[in-house]
């Protein structure tokens, strides 16, 4: 599993700009749902940059409760033709009384089947990877997703936090995806396959 950090998180051969699909604010009782809800396909091995900005700090403690503490929740929605490994590591540069980002989390989950559009605010049929917790270091805030394996489908990754700088906040992120070798052992079973096929041929030629 170490490994497949290692290469993920050093792959970025053909990254690029990752569109925020939807993008829900908590600002009173009005829920704002922005974006262009773009489907984006990802190839493998491959990283896309993704992020988002606040000009504005975006608590407001009238929020819905299950949103208390959580100023946004963004969705990247993302579809890989195969199999892969994937990560991602989200962080945004606090100023503090500025511009900062509190309560930075991410979380995975699969697009649910006849999606049409709008935000996602749960995981539909159970989460991938599940909120990981906000690291603070020095006046960098990050989270990083754990390694998931996935199979070929579309897919939502998720951030939250709250823009709580009087100028707002900003965070960008990569999601890393690495290729899946096929297994030692199927290779290893494919060959013994190929070995009694070959016996058997000569058998027959016998």
């Not at 959580?70 to 540069?93: E, L, M, Q, R």
């Not at 989460?127 to 390694?147: I, K």
């Amino acid at each position: 599993m170490a490994a497949l950090v290692a290469i993920s998180m050093f792959h970025v051969g053909s990254a690029q700009a990752m569109p925020v699909s939807y993008s829900t604010t908590f600002n009173g009782s009005i829920n704002v749902t922005t974006g262009a809800g773009a489907n984006t396909a990802l190839p493998v091995p491959g990283s896309d940059f993704y992020g988002n900005t606040f000009a504005a700090p975006t608590l407001n403690f009238t929020a819905p409760a299950a949103a208390t503490g959580f100023g946004f929740y963004d969705d990247f929605i993302f579809t890989i033709p195969v199999g892969a490994g994937t990560n991602s590591v989200t962080s945004s540069i606090s100023i503090p009384g500025s511009l900062q980002i509190s309560g930075l989390q991410s979380r995975l989950f699969a697009l649910p089947l006849g999606y049409t559009g709008g935000a996602l605010g749960a995981c539909p049929g159970g989460c991938l990877a599940v909120w990981g917790a906000e690291v603070l270091a020095a006046n960098v805030t990050y989270t990083v997703l754990n390694p998931t394996l996935l199979g070929p489908g579309s897919y939502v990754l998720q951030i939250r936090g709250d823009a709580t700088g009087a100028f707002g906040g900003s965070y960008s992120g990569v999601l890393n995806l690495t290729a899946i070798p096929v297994p030692a052992a199927v290779w290893l079973f494919g060959s013994a396959l190929g070995g009694l096929g070959l016996l058997k041929r000569r058998r027959v030629a016998d």
